[in-house]
C-alpha cells in the first residue's frame, strides 16, 4: 500500500488507513501499524459496535471526532487519508469498496471480494477507474514458499507443468467454529465455503497456472455429517447441558471454555464474545445464549463441508482441487505438481485483475456443483 501512485503514496511515508469493520479481522490488519508505526497509521474506524470499535481506538489512540458508527460519515467529509481496510462481512464489501475508491482511496480488501461475480467486477472497474490500488487479502501470495513455488515454475525446474494437487483441510473444530456454528456457516447470510474459505486455494492454483486461461471445470460437494440425523441418543440442544459433551469431538466447552480456562483468549475464543473481552464469566454466558454454544446437528448450516473442483488450462494443464472440514491439521495445505523435468526432488505474489479472475473462477466451480455438470468457463450460453 506504500508504492507510488497517482495518489501521491510514497515509500518513505507513514500510511494513513481508516479501517472499516472493527472485527477479528480488522484488528489482525492494523497491527500492521502497532508493529509498524513508522509505515502505517490507523486514523480512523467505523463498527456499529460500541466495543469493537472503541477497542480499537484505544489500541491506536484514534481522536473522537475520528470514531464513527456507520462508514457512509466517512465518505461525507473530505478525504483525510491514504487507505481503507474493508473488513466488513462478505455481502458489505462492495457498497464501500467503491465508495471509498471514488473518493480517492486507496483499497485494501478482505477477501473475498464480494459475493456475486457481478460485485467483484464492479469493484475492480471503480478502482481502475478512480486510479487507485486495490488489493485483496489473498495473504498467501506473500508467503516465501508460495512465491519460491512460483520463481521454481517460472524457472522452468521441473519443465511444462503437467497437473497441480492442492489440498486444503479446514479442520474439524475450525470448520464447526466458522462454517457450522459462525459466520459462514449459512450461505443467505454470509457466502458458499468454496468463497469463503477457499478462494485463497484457487487463486494459488490460478497464479501457478501462469497466465494459462482455464478453459474448463468441474465441481461436487455437499454438506455432510453436520445434519441432525447425526445427532448422538441423548445429546442436548446446547452442549453446557449435554450429557454426551465429554465425548464429542466438536463439544463447545473444550473449544472455548477450557480454553480460556487455561489463559488462551486469541481465536477462536476472541471471537465469541462481540461485547467485551473473553473470560470465563462471559465465554460462559456467550456458550449459554449465543450460537457458538449450540449443538452441531442442531445449527442451520448449509454450506459444503467437502468439495472437490477439477480444472483444465489452456495448453492441457490439469488441476484438481480438494477442500475437506474432517482433518486434523488446520489449513495445512498441501500441494503436490508434476512436470515434464520432474526427476530431482531437492529442488522441490496479486492485482486487481487477475484476483478477479481467479475469483470468476471460485463462481464458475459452484455452478458446475449446483447445476451437476462439466462448465466451459466464459460460456453463459449454457446458463
Request: proline share 4%; charged share 25%; aromatic share 8%.
Amino acid at each position: 500500500m506504500g508504492q507510488n501512485s497517482s495518489q501521491g503514496v510514497s515509500m518513505t511515508s507513514s500510511v494513513r488507513v481508516i479501517v472499516v469493520g472493527a472485527g477479528s479481522r480488522g484488528e489482525i490488519y492494523s497491527k500492521f501499524a502497532s508493529i509498524h508505526p513508522e509505515r502505517m497509521r490507523v486514523v480512523a474506524v467505523a463498527d456499529p459496535r460500541k466495543f469493537a470499535r472503541t477497542k480499537l481506538q484505544r489500541q491506536h489512540k484514534i481522536v473522537d471526532e475520528n470514531i464513527f458508527e456507520d462508514w457512509h460519515s466517512i465518505v461525507e467529509r473530505e478525504k483525510f487519508a491514504d487507505a481503507v481496510l474493508i473488513c466488513t462481512p462478505d455481502r458489505l464489501h462492495k457498497e464501500p469498496a467503491v465508495a471509498f475508491a471514488k473518493k480517492g482511496y486507496h483499497v485494501l480488501l478482505e477477501k473475498p471480494m464480494a459475493t456475486t461475480a457481478e460485485d467483484c467486477t464492479a469493484m475492480v472497474e471503480a478502482c481502475m477507474q478512480s486510479g487507485v490500488m486495490l488489493s485483496v487479502g489473498h495473504v498467501l501470495r506473500y508467503d516465501p514458499v508460495i512465491h519460491k513455488i512460483k520463481e521454481l515454475i517460472d524457472a522452468g525446474v521441473i519443465g511444462d507443468v503437467i497437473h497441480i494437487q492442492h489440498l486444503a483441510p479446514v479442520g474439524f473444530y475450525h470448520f464447526a467454529h466458522s462454517f457450522v456454528r459462525g459466520n459462514w456457516r449459512n450461505e443467505a447470510e454470509s457466502s458458499f465455503a468454496l468463497l469463503a474459505k477457499s478462494c485463497h486455494d484457487i487463486d494459488l492454483i490460478h497464479h501457478w497456472a501462469g497466465g494459462r486461461r482455464c478453459v474448463k471445470m468441474s465441481s461436487f460437494g455437499s454438506v455432510s455429517h453436520f445434519h441432525k440425523d447425526n445427532k448422538p441418543t441423548g445429546a442436548a440442544d446446547r452442549c453446557l447441558d449435554c450429557s454426551v459433551e465429554a465425548v464429542c469431538p466438536y463439544s463447545a466447552r473444550k473449544i472455548y471454555l477450557d480454553r480460556v480456562k487455561q489463559g488462551h483468549t486469541g481465536w477462536p475464543v476472541s471471537v465469541i464474545c462481540s461485547s467485551s473481552f473473553p473470560d470465563i464469566e462471559s465465554v460462559t454466558e456467550a456458550l449459554r445464549t449465543g450460537p457458538y454454544g449450540r449443538c452441531v446437528y442442531e445449527c442451520d448450516n448449509d454450506v459444503c463441508s467437502n468439495q472437490v473442483v477439477n480444472m483444465e488450462f489452456e495448453g492441457g494443464l490439469t488441476a484438481a482441487f480438494s477442500m475437506v472440514a474432517f482433518s486434523e491439521e488446520i489449513c495445512k495445505r498441501k500441494t503436490t505438481m508434476y512436470g515434464s523435468k520432474n526427476n530431482n526432488p531437492s529442488l522441490i505474489r496479486s492485482g486487481p485483475e487477475e484476483t478477479l479472475l481467479s475469483h470468476l473462477l471460485v463462481f464458475e466451480a459452484e455452478r458446475s456443483r449446483l447445476e451437476s455438470r462439466v462448465v466451459y468457463c466464459g460460456d453463459t450460453s449454457q446458463s
